[in-house]
C-alpha cells in the first residue's frame, strides 16, 4: 500500500521514507565514522553533539520508524476541492496504523510524535527535550527537512530555508536542554 500511494508526484511513500532513512544514515555514519556526506546538506552547529547521539533510540527502532513513519498517508489521503492532496492527522494515524499490524511500539511512538519537531513552539521546548526520544525526534527532522528538499527546489528554496531555521532553533535549544539532565 505504501508503494502505491504518492507523497508527491512519482514518489510513493514508501520511497520517501526510505530517502530520509539513507539521508539518516548519510548524517550518522559522518558523525559517528568521519565519513563524507552523500548528500546535500546545510549543517546546524548542533547536529554532530555527542550528547544528541548518545541519547538516540536504538538503530533497529529508528530504521523501522523512519522507513514507515508515514505508512497511514494510503489511508488518510485526501484530496480537495483544488486538487490539492492533504494527509490529516497522519502522524497519530500511523502510530495507530503500525501498531495495528504488529510493529513495534518504540517505533509506533516515534511515528505519532513525527511532526512535534516541525510544529514546536519555544514554550513546548523544554517538555519536548525531557521525551526520552527527543533525541531521535530532532535527528530525524534534520533528516526529514533535508530529503524533502532534495524533492523541492534544494536546500536554496525558500521553503527549505523556512524549515531548516525553525529546526536549527529548536535544535540548538533542545541539544542545550539534553545536556543539562
Not at 544528541?52 to 536504538?58: D, G, H, N, V
Amino acid at each position: 500500500m505504501m508503494k502505491d500511494c504518492e507523497q508527491t508526484q512519482g514518489m510513493s511513500v514508501l520511497a520517501h521514507g526510505e530517502m530520509v532513512y539513507a539521508y539518516y544514515l548519510d548524517l550518522h555514519n559522518h558523525v559517528t565514522q568521519g565519513t563524507p556526506l552523500q548528500y546535500e546538506w546545510k549543517m546546524p552547529d548542533w547536529f554532530a553533539d555527542k550528547n544528541l547521539w548518545r541519547l538516540r533510540q536504538e538503530e533497529a527502532v529508528i530504521e523501522e520508524y523512519m522507513v514507515n513513519h508515514d505508512c497511514s498517508k494510503p489511508l488518510v489521503r485526501t484530496v480537495d476541492d483544488n486538487g490539492k492532496v492533504h494527509f490529516p492527522d497522519h502522524a497519530k494515524a500511523s502510530e495507530a496504523a503500525w501498531l495495528h499490524v504488529g510493529g513495534s511500539e518504540e517505533a509506533a511512538k516515534l511515528m505519532g510524535m513525527d511532526m512535534d519537531i516541525h510544529l514546536l513552539k519555544a514554550e513546548g521546548q523544554e517538555e519536548f527535550a525531557k521525551r526520552p526520544q527527543a533525541a531521535t525526534l530532532l535527528i530525524a527532522g534534520l533528516c526529514e527537512i533535508h530529503a524533502n528538499a532534495s524533492m523541492f527546489g534544494g536546500i536554496d528554496s525558500t521553503s527549505f530555508k523556512i524549515k531548516w531555521k525553525h529546526i536549527d532553533k529548536r535544535g540548538k535549544q533542545i541539544v542545550k536542554l539534553l545536556a543539562s539532565d
